[in-house]
């Protein structure tokens, strides 16, 4: 084992010790029980309260974990639970777009279809929940990417679906890079001749990207003449944000 | 360019009251939603207050129609949808209740019920329904027997009984109405003639001059004092039923909530049940004739899940049941019936209890969770088999709507287990849609009843994927499971 870093053991010891039972503790104690003079620990527990990991009391200037903390090991977001909040948005986005609405999660390096609504015109249509996706070349998939905070995902060679696939690594992190910027991606057909995507993300109330949901259909309707239309984008985006917000607001 | 004009439905549920504004594409425009008092004075008793309901759908009007942005007169129409049985009383000359409105959960008739024995052939015969504590006529009864006075004023017509249509109906238009759909569940209206029945009354003692005139579910009732014209009424499962646009016979609706309400209609002549559902009318637009529907309700079916939850912590929400579920590949030989408070359609036993059957040491919570979810489906087959038997109608697809209907795996083994496709349309509120359809319909905003299918699409579909051994063999254990439940309350 390398070196370690003496502060952060110290703040681990200080959460062990708020830990260990109900009661509160005032820097006293705990310089008493760790050992530390006082000044140390007020540093590391300013940083401890500015990250949320630690409470302090107000009428009595005393410490105990902070609800951030609680949270950590918990926050994971069920997939199920994320289509239960998010179905009638998705509905809502079918409807105004009249086209089919997606929302994908990233799996194992590739997109997981956890929800789909059909394109409002009653054709033939096969419910897609469960499938999978590729990430380079799909809208849902670029704007997972953009926001993975692992970036392991790419770590294989990109493979062509169509002569408009990014291939290139470097493209891609150019790409990533716009989707970060702009705030959502699109997909002009990079996976399938003749079909466009637009994606935008969904984000759990820490910031952290949980999923995307987009809309899918025929280049002649999405981007008449080359170009995506920003109607369809905007509506993308409003739905990403209302799921956003209902995730903050159970 | 014409100013668009939308259509409201007042959501009148039994927790909240909702408006919701439609486009004529059937699209939301917009929402309000403001919840109201449980009351509980005593164990089994739920009462509301009438006076609060009408000051919460007061408020979600203004918000859904004013707070959108949404100008005077352009809201084309106002439908109301309601929650069924909940009986209010009122004095004539001040609008204001007499009494608390009786919940149709409330289950202080019990007695009363069992007193009116003798006369269950003729409520099976004339009103469609069996012998229940829900309905309105026995709850009727109860205020005129235990409030002293009452009667008396009720005979005189200064007392009036309305459900919660006419309450509304009364406030926003000043009229003593009610709907077809609404007046099928009080016990009192005669199923052929959509008449009040001199035969029903006597036997419940419930004085006609207390009643309101019975009208179609769409039709120009009256205006708001803003002018906007009141013009559908509908009980919620009608309503549903109605806005899955279900209008051919044999065209059946199912809504997953706490418990489920299957509704099929059965056309221009009511079907009496020889297999435990109950005979209501469906609709009735204008002077066209009424149309009839079979109704089976399940008592517990999301409310399942919520115990799985809330009392054996199992999951930490509701959607996690699919999670839990989709951690094995079949139910391990599990069945679990949830017979809390008896069993409802098509077995009315009061005596059943809960089982969870085919306990091995294999068993894990997945297959737990497996079983609850079949649990829906199987209680579903139930209902659907008794449908088609009464009716002679085959079910050919299920259209599905409500909470339940975002569980994948859930969906999955509804069309498996019914062996026919499952839809989920795209408008979820369904409810809300058929009474803004009703009261477009009777204003001229939609057309005919072809302009409302063609905005009706689907959102998902779900076939079934496995055979029939497969799902004979399952619903074989079923039957099992359930004769396992029987007898075990003692009364």
């Known amino acids: 084992m390398g070196e370690t870093i003496q502060s952060v053991e110290r703040a681990a010891a200080i959460l062990r010790l708020l830990a260990s039972g109900p009661r509160r503790l005032g820097v006293a104690e705990l310089a008493r029980a760790l050992g530390l003079p006082k000044g140390t620990l007020h540093g590391i527990l300013r940083t401890l309260v500015h990250v949320g990991f630690v409470e302090q009391d107000e009428a009595s200037g005393k410490y105990r974990l902070g609800a951030t903390l609680l949270h950590l090991g918990t926050s994971y977001l069920d997939v199920n639970e994320l289509r239960t909040r998010a179905i009638n948005w998705a509905d809502a986005l079918a409807g105004r777009s009249r086209e089919s609405a997606w929302i994908g999660t990233l799996h194992e390096g590739h997109v997981l279809v956890i929800h789909h609504v059909f394109r409002p015109d009653d054709s033939l249509q096969t419910l897609q929940v469960g499938t999978y996706l590729p990430t380079h070349a799909s809208a849902l998939g670029k704007v997972l990417l953009a926001h993975d905070p692992y970036g392991e995902a790419l770590d294989r060679p990109l493979e062509p679906y169509t002569k408009h696939t990014i291939v290139d690594p470097a493209a891609l992190e150019e790409e990533l890079d716009l989707v970060r910027t702009r705030g959502w991606a699109g997909e002009t057909e990079e996976l399938t001749e003749g079909e466009v995507a637009i994606a935008a993300p969904i984000k759990d109330p820490r910031g952290l990207v949980v999923g995307a949901i987009g809309i899918r259909g025929a280049v002649e309707r999405l981007a008449p003449g080359g170009a995506l239309h920003m109607e369809f984008v905007s509506y993308v985006r409003d739905a990403a944000r209302a799921i956003t917000r209902s995730l903050e607001h159970p | ?491």
């Open chain 2, 1 to 491: 360019m014409p100013t668009p004009h939308y259509v409201a439905a007042i959501d009148q549920g039994t927790t909240s009251s909702r408006c919701i504004v439609f486009d004529q594409a059937g699209n939301i425009i917009s929402v309000a939603q403001r919840e109201h008092r449980q009351i509980f004075p005593k164990p089994g008793w739920v009462e509301h207050d009438a006076g609060e309901i009408w000051e919460a759908v007061q408020g979600v009007l203004a918000e859904a129609v004013g707070g959108a942005g949404i100008g005077d007169g352009r809201i084309a129409a106002l439908g109301i949808t309601n929650q069924r049985e909940t009986t209010v009383l009122w004095e004539r000359a001040t609008g204001r209740p007499v009494c608390p409105a009786i919940v149709w959960q409330d289950t202080r008739t019990a007695p009363l019920t069992r007193a009116l024995a003798e006369h269950e052939g003729l409520f099976r015969e004339r009103a469609g329904l069996p012998l229940a504590t829900y309905f309105s006529g026995p709850k009727i009864r109860w205020l005129l027997d235990e409030t002293p006075g009452l009667r008396e004023r009720a005979e005189r017509g200064e007392v009036l009984f309305g459900t919660m249509d006419s309450w509304l109906l009364w406030n926003l238009t000043g009229r003593h109405v009610t709907d077809v759909t609404n007046a099928s569940r009080t016990m009192l209206m005669n199923l052929r003639t959509l008449a009040w029945d001199d035969d029903l009354l006597a036997a419940l003692g419930v004085p006609r001059a207390m009643l309101p005139e019975i009208r179609p579910s769409a039709e120009v009732y009256g205006h708001t004092p803003d002018g906007v014209p009141v013009a559908s009424a509908l009980g919620d499962q009608q309503a549903a039923l109605f806005g899955q646009t279900c209008f051919a016979p044999g065209e059946t609706k199912s809504t997953y909530g706490s418990g489920s309400f299957l509704l099929m209609n059965t056309g221009q002549e009511p079907v009496a049940s020889k297999h435990g559902l109950l005979t209501t009318v469906g609709y009735q637009i204008g002077d066209g004739p009424a149309t009839y529907a079979l109704e089976g309700s399940i008592a517990v079916t999301g409310s399942l899940v919520q115990w799985l939850r809330d009392n054996l912590g199992l999951i930490s929400s509701a959607a996690e049941i699919e999670t839990l579920a989709r951690t094995v590949d079949d139910n391990g030989g599990c069945y679990f019936v949830p017979a809390f408070s008896g069993l409802f359609a098509p077995h009315w036993r009061s005596d059943a209890r809960g089982v969870i059957a085919g306990l091995t040491g294999f068993v894990t919570k997945g297959h737990i969770a497996r079983a609850v979810l079949e649990a829906t489906a199987w209680q579903t087959r139930e209902v659907v088999d008794a449908m088609n038997a009464d009716s002679g109608l085959d079910l050919t697809t299920l259209r599905a709507d409500g909470g339940m209907t975002a569980n994948n795996l859930l969906m999955q083994t509804l069309a498996d287990v019914l062996a026919v496709p499952v839809i989920r349309p795209m408008v979820a509120e369904t409810t809300a849609l058929g009474a803004a359809y009703a009261a477009g319909l009777a204003t001229g905003y939609w057309p005919d009843l072809d302009s409302l299918r063609a905005n009706w699409h689907k959102a998902a579909e779900w076939r079934p994927a496995i055979d029939e051994a497969a799902r004979e063999h399952g619903y074989h254990s079923w039957k099992k499971a359930v004769a396992r439940t029987l007898d075990w309350a003692e009364q």
